[in-house]
């Protein structure tokens, strides 16, 4: 069984371990943290052995297994190279690094090495982004014209986010996602499942902004509202959105020239996928007020429980590429997906008020779809 170990057992840490409890095809076998308190918390709850060190972790899960990198995003070029450098295969939480020249050096570490390296988000090998996948596949809503992806979040700045405790004990980390921003944390969330259905962009015109920056406790936060246009290669266009101020919606809604698909949740990977027809009644043109769900035939995938807002299999990516390690065969979560979904993101979040147009220089084919998600029931 190939062998997976995991340094940085902070919050999300929790939510991988939630998912692997489902069952794994994978060796679990333990973890580190630069904090040896949380370490001894997150180890003690979970039954995992505690390495103290991450050379020492490193060597234990060998050439050829797999690093789950889920430190915070300034240490993920740092932790992801040493990964790569001790030939391990790594899977990094979101963003694969904080600019694209790291970026860039992690990729062509692990093509140097023959390794594979994926970033999160990995929601969209779930039930909902496969099936809006297979319903595009099967032309449901005719040709796509613009797609709308809203990641708003709500009003954070007034959430009671001092309470969001992990299962094993880590506070929700409110400096470093307000550090981060909205933008890298949460971009991937449709990025990925866009990249994956339509292929690269090859345009990226956005804006970002600091509205709530007095509001949030500290020095220097990211962007909290970015709005962007993406122009893909394919000639589909989408306004993504990411905010953390305005009312939630985290709704998708792809318009076709026989009507919409849509959805009303980025974090389920059980969501209702519909097909809303579009007609005139009279003089009126509108969308079906009876929505049509859309279901992929046979089983997919194990579903975790809700955590909060979120109902997300967080196994799912390091299955994918524990599978790809084994069957000898390419990993959906690719390294050019990894790469071109981190140079969009990152021009998303570093528009300003001033970025204007900026052209993308990664590509990234689309992904094939998961083995149950070929076809509609
Ligand atoms: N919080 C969430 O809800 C959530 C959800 C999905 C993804 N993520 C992503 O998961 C990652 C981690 O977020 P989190 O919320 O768990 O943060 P966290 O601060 O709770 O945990 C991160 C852990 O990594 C450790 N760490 C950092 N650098 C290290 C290093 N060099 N060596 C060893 N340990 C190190 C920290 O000590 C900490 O315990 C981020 O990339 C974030 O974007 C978070």
Known sequence: MIKVGIIGTGFVADLYMRSFALGTDFELIGAHDRRPERLSQFCAHWDQPAFATSEALLAAIGPGGILLNLTNPASHYEVGRAGLEAGCHVYTEKPLAMNVSDAQALCDLARKKGLMLASAPCSFLGEAAQTVGAAIRADVAGPIRAIYAELDDGFIPQARYADWISESGAPWPAGDEFEVGCTLEHAGYYLTWLIAIFGSVRTVVAASARQVSDLLPVDDPAPDFSVATLFFDCGVVARLTCTIIGPHNHS??????????????????????????????????????????????????????????????????????????????????????????????????????????????????????????QRLG
């Open 252 to 373: 998708l809604r792809l318009v076709g020239d026989r009507g919409v698909i849509e959805l009303d949740e980025a974090w389920n990977n059980a969501a209702k996928v519909r097909f809303r027809r579009r007609f005139n009644l009279r003089r009126r043109l509108m969308e079906s007020p009876l929505a049509r769900r859309l279901k992929l035939a046979g089983e997919t995938h194990p579903k975790v429980g809700r955590w909060g807002s979120a109902s997300m299999n967080f196994a799912l990516g390091v299955t994918e590429m524990a599978e790809a390690i084994r069957d000898g065969r390419p990993c959906r979560m690719s390294i050019d997906l990894a790469l071109h979904l981190t140079e969009v993101t990152l021009a998303i979040q570093g528009a300003g008020e001033t970025g204007g147009a900026q052209r993308m220089t990664t590509r990234c084919d689309p992904v094939e779809p998961m083995p149950w998600a």
